[in-house]
């Protein structure tokens, strides 16, 4: 028969044996995954996407960035991917009622318009009605661009009428050609003149004029892993927001 100690000492093994079983494990969450991401979304789903790799150090994200309406039309032709983020419910809802995307979107984040111009404002523009001016260079996106239809929206709110020297395929497009003095304003989102650093400031369009931008995230049909995706999705809207808060995105 065992002695005490022995009893004692196989007790304590089995112990420690089970608590190590009870223990959590690290994450074996592993492979890669492709995001579409609205442009908007560059600097924000750039950190959330290193800051995803790091929490699951066997899993990549490529993450394509261009205007919504880009995107969803790539997805739309045959583009292979796993996650559409969107700067908008409409885009969306394209590749929803297309039967592209599998289970319902969930908002992520919003967004607000507002007017970039050069560092120290040489045009002195003040608002929305400012725009109008004779001689200004004045850009926009695209009206089938997200953020170039809620422009659209906003002027006519204020009731301005604006005719663009040019209409841009993304946001981007747009703060970099202010930045670079190829236009003298633009209408875009605050989070992309906040991203571009000292070379623009925003001009603030007050809110009876302004646009609230939903965006939805969803998981596509054709994902090539859907776990690892829905693992993305999950830390996008929870572990995710501060970096999107930290971009000047509002809690969805």
Do not use: W
Request: one cysteine or more.
């Amino acid at each position: 028969m065992p002695s005490r100690v022995a009893v004692g000492l196989i007790a304590m093994l089995l112990g420690a044996g089970q608590s190590a079983c009870a223990a959590p494990a690290a994450s074996t969450v592993g492979g890669s995954i492709t995001v579409f991401a609205a442009s908007s979304l560059t600097h924000a789903f750039t950190r959330i996407g290193a800051n995803f790799e790091n929490a699951h150090p066997g899993a990549v994200v490529h993450v394509t960035f261009a205007g919504s309406s880009t995107l969803a039309a790539q997805i739309e032709q045959g583009a292979i991917g796993d996650v559409f983020a969107s700067a908008d419910q409409p885009t969306m809802q394209r590749l929803v009622n297309a039967g592209l995307v599998s289970g319902s979107p969930s908002i992520f984040a919003r967004n607000r318009l507002q007017i970039v111009v050069a560092a120290g404002n040489p045009k002195h523009i003040g608002g929305l009605a400012d725009l109008s001016r004779a001689g200004l260079v004045v850009l926009l996106c695209a009206p089938a661009v997200p953020c170039g239809r809620y422009a659209i929206q906003s002027l006519r709110a204020a009731g301005v009428t604006v005719t663009p020297a040019s209409q841009e395929a993304d946001v981007k497009a747009v703060v970099s050609k202010v930045a670079l003095g190829e236009a003298d304003a633009g209408i875009v989102y605050v989070t992309d003149v906040k991203a571009s650093g000292a070379a623009v400031q925003g001009i603030d369009i007050p809110a009876r004029f302004n646009v609230t931008a939903d965006y939805p995230m969803a998981l596509l049909k054709d994902s090539q892993d859907a776990v690892l995706a829905g693992t993305f999705i999950s830390y996008v809207l929870a572990d995710g927001q501060h970096i999107l808060a930290g971009d000047g995105f509002a809690a969805p």
